[in-house]
């Protein structure tokens, strides 16, 4: 419901601070990641307070308060790009365009076009693609989420369907796992302390699993089949929080007398 109202309707608020300051951390990480920015954290204040003007906040304190916490996630993001993450990981792609086309239900009645971008791909020593998402929230799933993290997973099995040969010469490598990096939150004292960021990592689908791959494919098959059948229910969760519609959601409370 929440994909028809924003993307068929274009029922969307305009875009909040929190996405704009999302959307600077990613550009500056491409650059850093492209070699259009050099890896240095003065540099990057510059271009931060070059474009933090532009941005929208309630108030004064507000933009400082934000701008104090890009700075510390610039920071993490320095640290982390640079520090060895094994199997001499490095960089391939960034802000790395695919366009893939998936078969999924039981009988693989569902074609599905998965088309958009992939934050950055790496690749390590044996070849292996890694996808990275940076997030740039407050908030963090679960370790039990991460397991089956919906776009981290599909991520994979886009890698498995061809969407970064492109970066690997035309080979297809291997998944070898997928990461989400949160760039506003400080990792565990274990995992190196607040001055890097908080890395979850979904391991690669066992080739030998199938039910693990096919789990993608049947979430894949129920988003479609609901979009072609029209069938917009909402379903509740904990993504009610940063929904823009749950005043007209017949699933919450404060919407149940909108729509009836």
């Known amino acids: 419901m929440q994909w028809f109202l924003g993307r068929e309707v274009h029922a969307d608020a305009p875009a909040s601070s929190a996405q704009g300051f999302g959307n600077v951390l990613h550009v500056l990480a491409d650059e850093v990641a ?105 908030t963090k799933p679960s370790g039990a989420e991460i397991a089956e993290h919906p776009q981290l997973a599909v991520y994979q099995l886009a890698v498995r369907e061809g969407a970064a040969d492109g970066l690997f010469g035309g080979e297809r490598p291997p998944p070898g796992g997928a990461e989400l990096v949160q760039l506003r939150l400080g990792a565990t004292r274990k995992a190196g302390g607040d001055a890097l960021p908080t890395v979850q990592r979904q391991e690669p689908p066992d080739p030998q699993d199938l039910p693990e791959s096919e789990r993608t494919r049947a979430l894949l098959a129920t988003a479609a089949g609901r979009v072609l059948d029209e069938r917009f229910t909402p379903n509740t969760g904990s993504h009610c929080a940063f929904c823009a519609f749950r005043s007209a959601c017949s699933a919450r409370p404060e919407g149940g007398q909108v729509v009836e």
Not at 49 to 73: C, H, I, M, T, Y
Not at 92 to 99: I, L, M, Q, R, T
């Open 34 to 138: 492209s070699g259009g920015t050099p890896a240095d954290l003065s540099v990057l204040l510059e271009r931060l307070d070059s474009v933090w003007d532009g941005l929208a906040f309630e108030a004064p304190w507000k933009s400082r308060q934000e701008k104090e916490n890009a700075r510390a996630a610039l920071e993490r993001f320095l640290r982390w790009h640079v520090m060895e993450r094994g199997d001499a990981r490095h960089a391939v792609g960034s802000e790395h365009p695919f366009d893939v086309t998936l078969r999924a239900g039981e009988t693989g009645e569902y074609a599905v076009r998965i088309r958009g971008s992939m934050d950055r791909v790496e690749s390590d020593a044996l070849g292996r693609a890694y996808v990275v998402d940076f997030k740039t929230g407050r």
